[in-house]
């Protein structure tokens, strides 16, 4: 059951009156209020009488807070009754003997402040009336607190929406989307559901079920029947294992003696997380049985947040049943542990010895601890207590400059400005804010474990703070031991498996969807994803669409096979380019190498074997410098060879054009007009590739689309038109010198080049005009083998049909070598 309690805190006197500091210690200047209607659930509440009590006699110890100023306090219980809550409001403001309204006559100095729960929406509107400074540990209201609602009231728990998003994000984090509510059918349980579902709904947290309940469904009869058959198909919903409770603690006791009522008839045991409504504690009946032990075993609450004060557990073990702690000790003590402190009750109990402790009760009775409210009302004593002493210090020090000391009267309005924001360190060093009128504090998130011995456990797992920040232990928590799965799962439907999303059911709440597999190139790495994602460029989706790959890098590499085979080819042909070259220097003046304008062979050779060599730039991972080269050297190479052909075909053409004395194309035959062939149409495309690189020269590229799977570096040929440029004019020369050599193929002449000429030219126009389909149809690091294969062919074809008919004469026909006869065949 939920207590009341209301704390009022109020100075005393200064040093020049201190004789009165002794007398009000007695007598007491503050006073606390505890409404609760059993002794047995006062038990838990008297433990924020003794949080006042302990700061109250820590800061009139303190030297150095409220020096020469004692602060003392008046205890009320109002029991749950009205006319008893305003007869005590008529007593605090007016008078002791007589509630005259606008009188004061028996108490010395007024009330400072009060500490309660009020729940009583008239006693705060009349304590406002008054200016009095109020702090309430009760359950926020968003509608009396601020400037316009309640201007005095401030508040020393967290406010209610903190409550909601605590509770969401422990959802969020057990990944709990099916959940059930019970509420009270009343005013605070309404208010719960409209600020609450809300904030469910924008979090995708879906209410399987809502049942309300009222105070007087718990009658024995046709109404607890009918409860009985409402609840019960809820509370037997599978898919339905975390619950959350609104209510005071008699709906929770009939929560409780529901379901054990149930199991007993049934035999069907009902294993909930049940999420408990803020500082809640077991219920004990006479007996010492806790109500609901094995039901809500492993619940979780959420309990203001508390810290650990060091001087209040040796407080408690001294306290003593002596008349200076006042009549509310003497019940409570004679309750607690079974024995009088009157001669009336001899027959009844052993008298008390007064060496009881209060550590030897069971935690169901007594917390030696301090816990969340009462923590809460000892910052509001220290924060009354500090803004007290600002407010003593700034006026003093006025006094004291006109040079005379007065006894100071301070109002409680005159405190109000200066608790709306408050900084402080309390009696433990622990550092307390208050902001806006409100105590800037989270929650602690607190797991219920309970024992067969009837006894429980505590155990703080998780805090929430005021900035939403949630942590959580989760292996520090001990569910109900009626799951079979840890933690349990509380989901409309099995969660979406890797590499699948969810697919909302129209008609049908969203945490009953459906999954799809995920699009193609997309993934989820997530159970129950909301949307697959796309891979980022440089990865791509496993084969279960369920995480992302970093793509493979691939290029032409020395190292695989193809990148071996090419290399191979390639040194191989110039090796065998080169021992040409070596057969034609050692027949240099033989006749055969004589009548073909050895100078011109011998810069073809060259060309030839640097053509091999340049493929080799394609080979490996490409750079800015190798894709520059590579196509350059190509290029211009390629550009050289065709021009020492078509410079060879055009002599031997001339030659047969001046076989009559005296013409004049007779000065065309020597080595200027080779030469000038070869260099003029080399220049050409020199000054192509010139403009290529001026303008947009190739560079090193990463393509990570046309692949799947992998990173492609490759050159981009950077102008593509410049590109098709360079092959266009090595198109041109070749076709020039296939047409000029095929017309003079038939020359007769022991040594014509004209129709071998042919066969090359014919060979690398088909390998390059093969070229431009193939090269524009592959993909990746097969674009490199389609130029690689392109470069080989064409170049072994000028290599075999130019020279493998003369290195056959050279070597092996070194008789057809001769001089001799060649002027016989001309014969």
Excluded at 83 to 93: A, F, G, K, N, S
Excluded at 446 to 459: D, E, G, R
Excluded at 605 to 613: A, G, R
């Amino acid at each position: 059951m939920a207590g009341r309690a209301y704390l009022l805190v109020r100075d005393i006197a200064t040093a020049a009156y201190e004789r009165y500091r002794k007398e009000e210690i007695t007598t007491g200047t503050a006073f606390c209020v505890i409404n609760l209607k059993r002794l047995s659930i006062k038990m838990k509440k008297y433990q924020h009488v003794f949080s006042l009590i302990f700061a109250v006699h820590e800061i009139n110890k303190n030297p150095n807070l409220l020096p020469n100023v004692t602060l003392g306090f008046h205890i009320y219980d109002n029991s749950f009754n009205s006319r008893t809550t305003h007869e005590v409001i008529l007593d605090l403001l007016f008078t002791q003997q007589k509630n005259a309204l606008n009188y004061r006559c028996a108490r010395k100095g007024g009330i400072l402040a009060i500490i309660g729960e009020f729940t009583d929406k008239s006693m705060i509107e009349i304590f406002n009336i008054y200016k009095i400074p109020q702090f309430t540990y009760g359950t926020h209201k968003t509608l009396l607190s601020g400037k316009t609602g309640a201007p005095s009231l401030h508040w020393i728990s967290p406010r209610e929406a903190t409550h909601h998003m605590g509770i969401v994000q422990l959802l969020q984090h057990f990944r709990w989307t099916w959940i059930g509510l019970i509420v009270s059918n009343d005013d605070a349980g309404e208010s719960f559901l409209q600020n609450f579902i809300p904030i469910l709904a924008q979090h995708s947290i879906c209410v399987a079920f809502l049942h309300k309940d009222t105070v007087k469904s718990y009658d024995i009869g046709d109404k607890f029947i009918d409860n009985f058959l409402k609840l019960t198909p809820a509370l037997l919903l599978t898919k339905v294992n975390v619950i959350i409770l609104k209510g005071e603690s008699r709906l929770i006791n009939f929560i409780a003696s529901h379901i054990i009522f149930f199991e007993f008839v049934t035999k069907i045991y009902i294993g909930k997380v049940w999420v408990m409504p803020p500082q809640w504690y077991f219920s004990v009946t006479s007996s010492g049985i806790l109500i609901g032990a094995q039901p809500f075993q492993g619940a979780l609450s959420f309990s203001i947040s508390t810290n650990v004060v060091p001087g209040f557990r040796n407080f408690l073990q001294t306290l003593k049943p002596d008349e200076s702690l006042m009549h509310f000790l003497c019940l409570f003590w004679q309750y607690a542990f079974k024995c009088h402190l009157s001669e009336e009750y001899d027959k009844l109990f052993e008298k008390c010895t007064g060496n009881e402790k209060l550590e030897n009760l069971p935690r169901i009775m007594f917390e030696m601890h301090m816990t969340g409210q009462s923590y809460a009302i000892y910052n509001a004593v220290y924060a009354v207590a500090h803004t007290l002493h600002a407010e003593y210090f700034s006026r003093q020090r006025t006094m004291l400059n006109r040079g005379k000391f007065e006894h100071l009267h301070i109002h409680p309005w005159q405190l109000q400005f200066s608790l709306e924001n408050i900084h402080f360190n309390n009696g433990a060093q622990h550092e307390v804010l208050f902001e806006n009128g409100e105590l800037s504090v989270g929650y602690d998130i607190v797991n219920w474990v309970t024992f067969p011995n009837q006894s429980y456990l505590k155990v703080q797992v998780g805090k929430f703070a005021p900035s939403h920040e949630f942590i959580i232990q989760e292996d520090n928590i001990v569910w109900n031991n009626r799951f079979q799965q840890m933690p349990p799962c509380s989901k409309c439907v099995e969660s979406c498996h890797l590499g699948h999303s969810q697919i909302i059911q129209e008609g049908k709440p969203v945490c009953c969807y459906d999954c799809a597999p995920c699009p193609e190139n997309m993934i989820s790495n997530e159970t129950d994803a909301v949307l697959c994602v796309k891979c980022p460029e440089d990865q791509y989706p496993s084969r279960y669409q369920d995480q992302c790959i970093p793509k493979a890098i691939t290029f032409l590499s020395y190292h695989e096979p193809l990148g071996i085979l090419l290399l191979s080819l390639a040194l191989s042909f110039a090796v065998i380019t080169c021992l040409v070259m070596q057969i034609f220097l050692k027949n240099w003046n033989t006749p055969i190498v004589k009548a073909n304008n050895r100078h011109l062979t011998c810069i073809l050779l060259v060309t030839i074997l640097l053509c091999y060599l340049s493929s080799l730039f394609f080979i490996g991972k490409p750079g800015k410098d190798t894709c520059l080269v590579r196509q350059m050297a190509f290029g211009i190479l390629f550009s050289v060879s065709i021009s020492c052909v078509l410079a060879k075909t055009v002599i031997v053409v001339l030659a047969f054009m001046v076989t009559k004395p005296g013409n004049w194309l007779r000065t065309f035959l020597g080595k200027d007009v080779a030469n000038t062939i070869v260099l003029s149409c080399s220049l050409i495309q020199v000054g192509i590739c010139i403009a290529w690189v001026s303008t947009s020269p190739p560079a090193s590229h990463v393509d990570m689309h046309s692949q799947y799977g992998q990173i492609i570096v490759e050159c981009d040929e950077g102008s593509v038109t410049m590109f098709y440029c360079v092959l266009g004019y090595m198109g041109f020369l070749a076709t020039i010198s296939f047409m000029v050599a095929f017309q003079a193929r038939k020359l007769p002449d022991t040594f014509n080049e004209a129709k071998f000429i042919t066969f090359s030219m014919l060979v690398f126009c088909s390998v390059w005009i093969s070229f431009l389909p193939a090269y524009l149809s592959t993909k990746g690091k097969h674009i490199v083998t389609v130029e690689i294969f392109a470069i080989l062919a064409s170049n072994t074809g000028l290599l075999a049909c130019i020279f493998s008919p003369k290195c056959y004469i050279l070597v092996l026909k070194t008789d057809l070598n001769s001089r001799k006869l060649m002027i016989q065949k001309k014969s």
